[in-house]
T-cell receptor
Framework: GQQVMQIPQYQHVQEGEDFTTYCNSS?????IQWYKQRPGGHPVFLIQ?????EVKKQKRLTFQFGEAKKNSSLHITATQTTDVGTYFC???????FGPGTRLSVLP | SAVISQKPSRDICQRGTSLTIQCQVD?????MFWYRQQPGQSLTLIAT?????????ESGFVIDKFPISRPNLTFSTLTVSNMSPEDSSIYLC???????????FGEGSRLTVL
């Protein structure tokens, strides 16, 4: 199945700084999903992107799907300690997850 | 949405024994999925459990080690057989929304093998 890669693997930011994680595929994706997993918790769905160039916002989170539908990004503005966790992308047509980006926010 | 209950939530087991994890969903679903998440790692799909047929296993996972049952559309079990410390992990049950393709997860079963 199609594999997705994520960078960076880890990110440590100071509270209030911005954060971005990237999800990349070598092949075109029909759609992309993002999940968040808090420490000790289970993954929770955040959003799905379907259209080329699509941008969606959820409060301080901005999700983008690339024009070629081979990459996606999740940007968090002014991080808070509640943003701590691991963010995974997933190609919506298979059940394989990317390796994830673990975000630490220092107060 | 779907509410998924897993048990046990955690267990400590001895090498060589087997443990069965149960997954109960509050609605009927065609496919149920079992994932493993090793410490600090991503989720790895073990198998897809379909009601009325044999489970479909991913590369690297075999039925003898991870037998799965799916007796009805709301329930599934995963057994981790002949455990070794390398099986220490979190095991997660998941279902997919037919409408949105979103995956819902149970709380997970944290297994420690001594």
């Amino acid at each position: 199945g199609q594999q997705v890669m994520q960078i960076p693997q880890y990110q440590h930011v100071q509270e209030g700084e911005d954060f971005t994680t990237y999800c990349n595929s070598s092949t075109t994706l029909s759609n992309i999903q993002w999940y968040k997993q808090r420490p000790g918790g289970h993954p929770v769905f955040l959003i799905q992107l379907v259209k080329s160039g699509e941008v969606k916002k959820q409060k301080r989170l901005t999700f983008q799907f690339g024009e070629a539908k081979k990459n996606s990004s999740l940007h968090i503005t002014a991080t808070q300690t509640t943003d701590v966790g691991t963010y995974f992308c997933r190609h919506g047509q298979n059940f394989v997850f990317g390796p994830g980006t673990r975000l630490s926010v220092l107060p | 949405s779907a509410v998924i209950s897993q048990k046990p939530s955690r267990d400590i087991c001895q090498r060589g024994t087997s443990l069965t994890i149960q997954c109960q969903v509050d609605s009927q679903v065609t496919m149920m999925f079992w994932y493993r998440q090793q410490p600090g790692q991503s989720l790895t799909l073990i198998a897809t459990a379909n009601q009325g047929s044999e489970a479909t296993y991913e590369s690297g996972f075999v039925i003898d080690k991870f037998p799965i049952s799916r007796p009805n559309l709301t329930f599934s079990t995963l057994t981790v057989s002949n455990m070794s410390p390398e099986d220490s992990s979190i095991y997660l049950c998941s279902v997919v929304s037919a409408n949105t393709g979103e995956l819902f997860f149970g709380e997970g079963s944290r297994l420690t093998v001594l």
